[in-house]
């Protein structure tokens, strides 16, 4: 360990302060959890000391402080000032110390793994990120399959001008921490070869109703960003934990085949570091996990669950030359494990006009609105406040927009993606996955978006009827004969 970087199996949950909360939680696992069949990929981060000789060295500070003036002054948009703002820190050039000890540390990693120049990914953790009351999806930057150590020096540099994207400006504005005083630390983990295999996301709660009792786990061909994104439809499996820890059983309660029309994987030579490419026939048609790795997953979800003591969300990849299934990011899950457990709020939707979509719900909402219907990140300007987000898929640029919109239709993703997993943070109810929202649905239409009948979410032509009841559970009498409930549809368990 330096002043500048540290080992991640040198690393507990408590450093949040100096490499932020990914890289806390990626060395909190390899330090504690190792021995429990918990496997990360070893790699090293930067601390935020390094962060803020780099910006004492280029004297950033006066020029972060007079941008962030003219913002909240009306001098200068949000565009302008964050575009000034990451110039300013890719042009910057490095101390010389940290630049040496981020070489000598990658150098190291290679002689661990046996590789001269190991590819790794490079990835942003910033220190207010990840936190169990401020966790929006990917506020700044990750870099994969990054080779070489001059490679390395240049993504950390754009790691550290990530920490000034328009979304990132746009999200501390709004929780209230100050620009200033935020620092950023760099991962930089061993790639694990999913790129030639598959990867996703799961949670030790089952996201849309709050249940404990279930882990819900996404996956995809290739490299996971295309399902963080939600650029495709991954496969979804679902788990009943209290049988998990059963070799004898295969509590697999749910597997839906996802349709997975690309999967990101490396680039060739002289090509950028991943593409994405069209997937085959064979792997549309087949799961991405066997029955034996779905439990695998599950029983590490469960163990990674119980150490940190609250409901978690977690990437996973899998090795494509080796078949382990690795965990590369772990943080806390914070809408379901936050929600009321005192008030049940039911939705009841009398539609005006016929259906028009389903998809995947997120929520158990209902709202309505006219469309606004945006292909691209560039066109959000366009946005009418209050109206109904239909679009492709969503990225963090599109967060300030997606709080102001009534709900939000996407053509792709799934219940892991980013535009669920923000409506989640948000409240609003979001249907994902309809497969061609942007081509059935046109700008200004009136719609009506319901989330309250259950997995799936339904788009109704024109401005139907809704109404709210909140029932209190505070005074619910105790009964000598137990209540049970007779479900005719097995997928709305969870929720009642």
């Known amino acids: 360990m330096s002043a500048n970087l540290i080992r991640f199996e040198e690393l507990t949950r408590e450093d949040v302060a100096l490499v932020g909360g990914k890289n806390a939680s990626l060395g909190e696992m390899i330090s504690t959890l190792a021995p429990k ?23 950033l500070g006066p020029v972060i402080a007079y941008h962030v003036a003219a913002l909240e002054a009306g001098r200068m948009t949000l565009a302008e000032v964050g575009s000034a703002l990451r110039r300013a820190f890719e042009r910057g050039h490095w101390p010389a110390a940290v630049e040496a ?51 390395l020096i240049t993504a950390c540099r754009r790691c550290y001008a990530s920490l000034f994207t328009d979304r990132a400006i746009s999200y501390r504005r709004v929780q209230g921490f100050d620009h200033s005083e935020v620092a950023l630390s760099v991962g930089v983990q061993m790639m694990v070869r999913s790129d030639i295999s598959c990867s996703g996301v799961m949670f030790s709660i089952d996201t849309e109703t709050g249940c404990d009792r279930f882990v819900l786990i996404t996956g995809a061909w290739g490299l996971g960003e295309t399902v963080v994104q939600g650029a495709v439809d991954p496969d979804e499996f679902m788990v009943f934990k209290p049988f998990a820890g059963d070799p004898a059983l295969t509590p697999i309660v749910a597997k839906d085949l996802g349709a997975k029309e690309v999967k990101m994987i490396y680039g060739s030579k002289g090509e950028p570091q991943t593409r ?13 996990l066997s029955d034996a790795e779905v439990l695998e997953l599950a029983r590490m979800a469960i163990t990674i669950e119980d150490h940190y003591g609250l409901p978690m969300d977690m990437e996973w990849a899998k090795d494509g030359i080796t078949g382990a299934l690795y965990i590369v990011q772990a943080r806390p899950e914070t809408v379901q494990s936050r929600k009321s457990s005192h008030v049940l709020q039911s939705y009841t939707v009398k539609p005006a006009g016929p259906k028009v979509l389903e998809g995947l719900s997120v929520g158990n909402a209902a709202a309505a609105g006219r469309a606004c219907l945006i292909q691209s990140a560039a066109d959000i300007d366009t946005f009418v406040d209050g109206s109904v987000l239909v679009t492709s898929i969503t990225d963090p640029d599109w967060v300030p927009i997606m709080k102001r919109a009534a709900a939000i239709v996407t053509d792709h993703g799934g219940r892991t993606s980013h535009a669920a997993i923000v409506s989640r943070e948000l409240g609003l109810p979001a249907i994902v996955g309809t497969g061609d929202a942007t081509h059935v649905l046109h700008d200004g239409q009136d719609l009506t978006v319901s989330c309250a009948e ?10 139907g009827e809704i109404t709210t009841e909140d029932i209190s559970l505070d005074d619910i009498p105790e009964t000598r004969t137990r209540v049970m409930l007779n479900v005719a549809d097995p997928s709305a368990a969870t929720r009642w």
């Open 101 to 151: 000890d981020i070489r000598a540390a990658y150098r190291d990693l290679g002689e661990r793994l046996g590789q001269a120049a190991p590819s790794v990914a490079v990835r942003s953790s910033a220190t207010a990120e990840d936190l169990p009351d401020a966790s929006f999806a990917g506020q700044q930057e990750t870099f994969l399959n990054i080779t070489g150590e001059d490679a």
């Open 454 to 463: 259950g997995d799936k979410g339904t788009v109704y032509d024109g401005i």
């Open 276 to 288: 994405n490419v069209p997937t085959s026939k064979a792997e549309r048609a087949r799961f991405t």
């Open 37 to 59: 069949g918990i496997r990360v990929p070893p790699g090293f981060a930067t601390t935020s000391d390094a962060y803020r000789a780099f910006v004492a060295e280029n004297d």
